[in-house]
């Protein structure tokens, strides 16, 4: 069974910066597209990036294009998600997912079969 363990949530002031990483064991992350999403209070969970397992394929939702950027670490079986000019409304719990059988269709976001614990990110002043 894969196992996903999110970190580097915390509070950030608008305007902020935030580094999500998300580490995979037992297994090696190459064969393995990640996706990251997010959970706001009475909001459902939304797909906000993902990467495939190539890593040649990214995905990003609207309101964060141009803010967010998702990137992976093979060597460490590790992705993150760098987040820049937080806003309020990305405060949510970020969760990151795994599949090993959409390859480059990493934005099949009900597809993703092992999933994280989930990390806090809260933006507020």
């Known amino acids: 069974q894969l196992q996903l363990v999110e970190s580097g949530g915390g509070l950030v002031q608008p305007g902020g910066s935030l580094r999500l990483s998300c580490a995979v064991s037992p297994f090696a992350l190459d064969n393995y597209s990640i996706g990251w999403f997010r959970q706001a209070p009475g909001k459902e969970r939304e797909g906000v990036s993902c990467i495939s397992s190539s890593g040649v394929i990214t995905n990003y939702a609207d309101s964060v294009k141009g803010r967010f950027t998702i990137s992976r670490e093979n060597a460490k079986d590790t992705v993150h998600l760098q987040m820049n000019n937080l806003k309020p409304e990305d405060t949510a719990v970020y969760y990151c997912?795994?599949?090993?059988?959409?390859?480059?269709?990493?934005?099949?976001?009900?597809?993703?079969?092992?999933w994280g614990q989930g990390t806090q990110v809260t933006v507020s002043s």
């Open positions: 997912a795994a599949d090993n059988l959409i390859g480059d269709n990493c934005a099949l976001w009900k597809v993703y079969e092992y």
